[in-house]
DNA sequence: CATTTGATGTTCT
DNA sequence: GAACATCAAATGC
């Protein structure tokens, strides 16, 4: 396997690495329950400065946002809706607060350990589509805020880019409140075999 | 079957 | 005090 190195979260065209991200693999290595991996099936760009979505937008600052102006490369997460952690992975230069949302996975390794998490009955290569779902699944908690994705707690493992008709573009959803940004095309699918 | 609502913490007004 | 990048369970047709 090879791993992403940090030159490829760098670019700081976010859409073009949300789109570039969909069917690498992202792996954790948590809680003592062994490596989970899944392929990513689903992203969203969130370009900090320009992008009423974002938590970050018009440059605003704070200590949970602090995460997205580090240098691409690194995990940012936090807590939605007060239970939910959602993992997000920082890209682009240092001061810019990119970020790409992670919203699905199809899981390919490690079902045990995603049944002892989630509570349910994992199976074989399922698709979980929801953050709050995929974090769970992974084991993601805010305790890996500001990890970098180049070590051994969570990784990214590179894999051919899909071509085009495979991926589906959408507007993203529940953000609402964010006006007419909600309706730009910054949500990449992964259109499985059904 | 569609729609509403409860859980719950961090941040901003 | 209100709002929020959510999910699952309960309620209403």
Known sequence: MEKLDQDFFLEADVVGIARSLLGKILATNLGGLGITKGR????????GLTDKAS????GRRTKRTETMYLAGGVAYVY?????????NIVVGPQNIPNAILIRGIQ????FEAMSIRTGKQVLANAVVSGPGKVSK???????L???????????LE????????????????????????ALLPYRFLLQTDE
Request: hydrophobic share 35%; aromatic share 10%.
């Open 40 to 47: 990513i099936t689903e992203t969203e760009a969130y370009a």
């Open 55 to 58: 938590h970050a937008y018009g």
């Open 79 to 87: 807590l939605c809706y007060g239970m939910h952690h959602l993992f």
């Open 107 to 110: 899981q390919l390794q490690g």
């Open 137 to 143: 699944a992974l084991g993601i908690t805010t305790n």
């Open 145 to 155: 805020d500001k990890t970098s994705l180049l070590e051994d707690l969570i990784w």
């Open 158 to 181: 590179n894999e051919p880019v899909y071509p085009n008709e495979n991926i589906v573009t959408s507007k993203r959803v529940g953000i609402d409140y964010a006006a007419e940004d």
